[in-house]
């Protein structure tokens, strides 16, 4: 079936999404096609904007429109415990909670020797250079329960004892390999309450 240039390229974008089969892209571009101007306006400069106003902090490596970030900047809290996490959807998780008063750092990925992605691969350097710079007591690594997250929290913990800094591991309330992204906030209040040594 041939579409008229426009809406086949349309298709094409739809389809680049993640989980967006070609059936989909094209009812989604038909849909598209259907809706007012000023809602598709509006659509098409959120995309860009998104892609235009936002950088990753650098000290934290959070997902920001401003930089450093709004809690990098944040001087009402905790400068000691500097909490770890795979990205930025898991600083929004545990954000919604409200009980975590610390920094945090986003690693943009985690350490995986089956796929051969090592330490230098993800943000851990500047992890250490704020380390070394700040009086930092706690590195809580909230890294998921899954083989590369456990990877990554060992490495983490064995590059940083040595240094004196104590490391903790958000407790096993969180099941092997589900995300901290959508755990419940009980289940992740509790996981951050009973977090051990490592
Ligand atoms: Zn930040």
């Given at each position: 079936?041939?579409?008229?240039?426009?809406?086949?390229?349309?298709?094409?974008?739809?389809?680049?999404?993640?989980?967006?089969?070609?059936k989909?892209?094209?009812r989604?571009a038909?849909?598209?096609?259907?809706?007012?101007?000023?809602?598709?306006?509006?659509?098409?400069?959120?995309?860009l904007?998104?892609?235009?106003d936002?950088?990753?902090?650098?000290?934290?490596g959070?997902?920001?429109?401003?930089?450093?970030?709004?809690?990098?900047q944040?001087?009402?809290?905790?400068?000691?415990?500097?909490l770890?996490v795979?990205?930025?959807r898991?600083?929004?998780?545990l954000?919604?909670?409200?009980?975590?008063?610390?920094?945090?750092?986003?690693?943009?990925?985690?350490?995986?020797?089956?796929?051969?992605?090592?330490p230098?691969?993800?943000?851990?350097?500047?992890?250490?250079?704020?380390?070394?710079?700040?009086?930092?007591?706690?590195v809580?690594v909230a890294?998921n329960a899954?083989?590369?997250g456990?990877?990554t929290s060992?490495?983490?913990?064995?590059?940083?004892?040595?240094?004196?800094?104590?490391?903790?591991?958000?407790?096993?309330?969180?099941?092997?390999?589900?995300d901290?992204e959508?755990?419940?906030?009980?289940t992740?209040?509790?996981?951050?309450?009973?977090?051990?040594?490592?």
């Amino acid at each position: 079936m041939l579409y008229p240039t426009p809406i086949a390229k349309l298709i094409d974008s739809y389809s680049k999404l993640p989980g967006i089969g070609i059936k989909t892209a094209t009812r989604l571009a038909f849909y598209t096609i259907g809706m007012e101007d000023d809602v598709v306006n509006e659509f098409a400069k959120n995309l860009l904007a998104a892609k235009r106003d936002l950088t990753y902090c650098s000290i934290c490596g959070n997902l920001t429109d401003q930089d450093p970030c709004g809690i990098c900047q944040d001087t009402s809290r905790d400068q000691s415990t500097i909490l770890i996490v795979e990205d930025s959807r898991d600083v929004t998780a545990l954000e919604n909670i409200q009980e975590y008063h610390g920094l945090y750092h986003v690693l943009h990925g985690l350490i995986s020797p089956m796929n051969g992605i090592g330490p230098d691969d993800i943000n851990l350097k500047t992890l250490l250079t704020r380390l070394m710079e700040n009086e930092v007591t706690e590195v809580i690594v909230a890294t998921n329960a899954t083989a590369d997250g456990e990877a990554t929290s060992m490495y983490i913990s064995r590059v940083l004892k040595p240094a004196g800094i104590k490391v903790t591991r958000l407790a096993r309330g969180l099941a092997v390999g589900s995300d901290i992204e959508y755990a419940d906030e009980v289940t992740l209040l509790r996981a951050i309450e009973n977090r051990t040594e490592l």
